[in-house]
C-alpha cells in the first residue's frame, strides 16, 4: 500500500499562484508514476499533470502545460504541483494519485489521496 497526503489547497485570486505538495509513504517503491488530477464542479476527474518517478517524462492535461508545473523529490518522496496564473475555472479538488501505470486515465492509478480544494476567485 501507498498512502497519499495533500496539503496546500485554499481560496487564491484569478492570476494567483498556488503549490500543492503530496507526501507518498507506504510501498512507494512500487509507484512508477505520480501526479495530479482534478475534478472541477459538475465534471468527471481529469489529469493535471503526472510523472514518472524517475523523471524521465512529464505527461499534462490538456492546455495546462506553461501554467501548471510538476517537480518531485526523491529524497522525501514528495512531488509538488506549481500552479501559476490562475482562472476561475481551475477551481476544483486537486487529487494526487500514484501507481504502477503512466496514463492519462485517472483509472490507471492505484492509490489517490484525499484531495485538496483549491478555490479560484474572480
Known amino acids: 500500500q501507498v498512502q497519499l497526503v495533500e496539503s496546500g489547497g485554499g481560496l487564491v485570486q484569478a492570476g494567483g499562484s498556488l503549490r500543492l505538495s503530496c507526501a507518498a509513504s507506504?510501498?512507494?517503491?512500487?509507484?512508477?508514476?505520480m501526479g495530479w488530477f482534478r475534478q472541477r464542479p459538475g465534471k468527471e476527474r481529469e489529469l493535471v499533470v503526472v510523472?514518472?518517478?524517475?523523471?524521465?517524462?512529464?505527461l499534462f492535461g490538456d492546455s495546462l502545460k506553461g501554467r501548471f508545473a510538476i517537480s518531485r523529490s526523491n529524497a522525501n518522496n514528495t512531488v509538488y504541483l506549481q500552479m501559476t496564473s490562475l482562472k476561475p475555472e481551475d477551481t476544483a479538488v486537486y487529487y494526487c494519485?500514484?501507481?504502477?501505470?503512466?496514463?492519462?486515465?485517472?483509472?490507471?492509478?492505484?492509490?489517490w489521496g484525499q484531495g485538496t480544494q483549491v478555490t479560484v476567485s474572480s
Open positions: 507506504g510501498r512507494t517503491f512500487s509507484a512508477n508514476a
Open positions: 510523472i514518472k518517478w524517475n523523471g524521465e517524462s512529464t
Open positions: 494519485a500514484a501507481g504502477r501505470s503512466y496514463s492519462f486515465n485517472p483509472d490507471a492509478y492505484d492509490y
